[in-house]
């Protein structure tokens, strides 16, 4: 293979490492270790590749820079206490490594794959973070095909070939029933998010399974869209998914399973970092969200 055939392709597979790890050791750029550094410019050096001076200049921009994708409409997104946290968490760690986030709303997953297609090929970005998956995502297949550095927030039964942090949606839907149920509700039903996501059938089956372990009235489930009118407007104790400072704020103040959604995404960028630097990064579980109990949720009537 001649020097001018030579691209950074090439010495990212010889290395071992992705082209976004290639990148950032020859622009002496944070991501990679030292070793990883000297291993990769030992190898570019016995192939005879040097970076092309305007490449360099070019695709400086997208180096360090992760894409964020989320299909959900602008006005919605702004109601939902995880993603402006989770949002926070990435963004604690991307400065850190002198680079950005690249944040787009976008309508479909057709319109994310090209999205996440063009920000790759385009030099935009140095990898993604993939968010709300479903069953059978197509994403999976053509994205993992593009060779995209991607960590996804999924269940490992639903990413594919990705690194995957999730948290166990099961054990924590099994306390709230089960702290309902202490309470003495007979009928307790589930309001989630959309019934397409991965997240959704999980924790509906978890909850499908601690109604009928309990022995429990089979309990009603609906889809919404996360917004405040979709969810239920009668009930009698009211448990939320995500605890955020809005759960204090409303009369009375709103039981939830609590977890660091910051830090679960600053652990969701260190991911993807450690894999653009060719480390290979278990996929993990992080903390359980636990149950807060507060003014929402009590005794029925006769009970107390």
Known sequence: MSEQRLTIRDVAARAGVSRAAVSLAFNNKPGVSEATRARIIEVARAMGWEPNRSARALNKQGTGTIGLAISRPARQLGLEPFYMEFISGLESVVSDHSGGLLLRLVKSLDEEIEL???WWRSGQIAGSVLVDFREHDPRVPVLSQLGLPAVAVAHPSLMGPFTSLWTDDTTAVTEAVRYLAALGHRSIARVGGTAELGHSVIRGAAFGAAVADLGLPEGRQLATDFS???GARATRSLLAWDDSQLCKLTHPTLSAMSHDIHAFGADVARSLYEVLAGGRVAAHQVPTP???????????PGRE
């Open 116 to 118: 996440q297609r063009h």
């Open 290 to 300: 636990a149950l807060t109990p507060r003014g929402s949720t009590g005794p029925p």
């Open 228 to 230: 405040g009118d979709a």
